[in-house]
Structure formats: C-alpha cells, structure tokens
C-alpha cells in the first residue's frame, strides 16, 4: 500500500521569504500526489495535483511542486510566502482504484 | 449548495453515547469518502460510496462505526458507544466520478467529536 512521509512537523518562514515543503511518497507504480491546505476549522483544500506529464506542477495561491521519481519526492515551493499562507500542509498519495493516503502534516507559521 | 456541508460542526459525547454525522456531498457527486482526523494527525481513510453502494469499509476502525448512503447523495457515518479514542475530526469528501483518483476530492469542513 502507498504511505506519505512528510518530515517536517513544523516550519516557521519570515514573510516575503520563500518556501520549501517535503513529502516522500512510497509507492510500487506511478502515484497520483496531492497537495492540500487546511486552515484552521476549515475542510481540506486543494492546492495542486500530478498525475502525469510535466513534472513541475503549478497551483493556486502561487504555489508549486515537482515530482521526482528518482527521489520519491513531490515538495512544495512557493516563491515568496504571504501571512495569509499560515495553515497546515498535508501531502497525499492515491492510485488508481484505491484510498488516498495522507501524511501527517507540517504546520506553517509565518512571521512578519 | 455550492460546497459539501458536515453537521453538526461540533458535537460532545459522553461515553457511550451513540452519535450521528451527516454528510451533504455536492449535487450530483458520485463518490463520497469518509475520512478519519485526528489531533495532530493526516486524515485517515473510513469507508468510500459510489453512489448508494459502499464499496469500500476497510477503513472502519471497529464493528461500532456503521456508514450509510441510501439514496446516493446524503451520508451519515453512525458510532455507537462512542469510546474516548473516537474523539476526533470526521471529514466528508465528494467527487464527481467514480473511484478515480484523476480527479479531485472536494473536502467538508469536517465534524470535530469530542467524547468525555
């Protein structure tokens, strides 16, 4: 079965700085990787999805990710963070015909 | 609506207690999966729905958590004798096509159970 890892439990970045989120992903086939954004008291939202093609992935609110199978990599960048950004990140994996898998999450703070 | 709706938003159980969470998926969304949130934790997979069928209960984590979808739209995730460590966020999810993952789950705000 899949499994995400995302080794960061909490970042702290000075706004107008950039950002770099990891996630490790295993998984024996091609996975479909998922970025969402939870803020506080609210549902998951999506920022960005791969599930083939161009590696380098753009989404909403200025974020990126790139997919690199050598590395079972798919971290999430963002060139100049805003204190709007501050929300937990979850990665997740899913495959064609089954559950998707979350990790546990890195939480964003952001300084001014 | 326009989003999928969870209620109630937050609900207190004593232990023991049965309780019920209803899930409003978008209109017209044939997926609807049920996820599992802990305190500091990703969420965790519970059941999946295509339509009225429950495909998927791999997820449920004792015979106390029950799930529903009767008419394909409406769900209702059902715990019974609500135990301390089922204290947690219930999140619903819908999409519009099959088990798929070509395609994006839209997330409710979530149900955050707490059982004294």
């Known amino acids: 079965a899949q499994s995400v890892t995302q080794p960061d439990i909490h970042i702290t970045v000075s706004e107008g700085a950039s950002l770099e989120l990891r996630c490790n992903y295993s998984?024996?086939?091609?996975?479909?990787l998922f970025w969402y954004v939870q803020s506080p008291g609210q549902g998951l939202q999506l920022l960005l999805k791969?599930?083939?093609?161009?590696?380098l992935v753009q989404g909403i609110k200025g974020f990126e990710a790139e997919f690199k199978r050598s590395q079972s990599s798919f971290n999430l960048r963002k060139p100049s963070v805003h204190w709007s950004d501050a929300a937990e990140y979850f990665c997740?994996?899913?495959?064609?015909?089954?559950?998707?898998?979350f990790g546990a999450g890195t939480r964003l703070t952001v300084k001014p | 609506g326009a989003g999928v709706s969870q209620s109630p938003r937050y609900k207190v159980a004593k232990r023991g207690q049965d309780v019920a969470l209803r899930c409003d998926p978008i209109?017209?969304?044939?997926?609807l999966f049920w996820y599992q949130q802990a305190l500091g934790q990703g969420p965790e997979f519970l059941t999946y729905?295509?339509?009225?069928?429950?495909?998927?209960k791999s997820g449920l984590p004792s015979d106390r958590f029950f799930a529903e979808r009767p008419e394909g739209s409406v769900s209702t995730l059902k715990i019974q004798r609500t135990q301390q460590e089922d204290s947690a966020v219930y999140l619903c999810?819908?999409?519009?096509?099959?088990?798929?993952?070509?395609?994006?789950?839209?997330f409710g705000q979530g149900t955050r159970l707490t059982v004294v």
């Open positions: 209109s017209g969304h044939v997926s």
């Open positions: 729905f295509q339509n009225e069928a429950q495909l998927d």
């Open positions: 997740a994996v899913g495959a064609l015909n089954n559950d998707m898998r």
């Open positions: 999810a819908s999409s519009p096509r099959g088990r798929s993952m070509n395609t994006e789950a839209f």
């Open positions: 998984y024996g086939a091609t996975p479909y």
């Open positions: 791969y599930f083939s093609g161009d590696t």
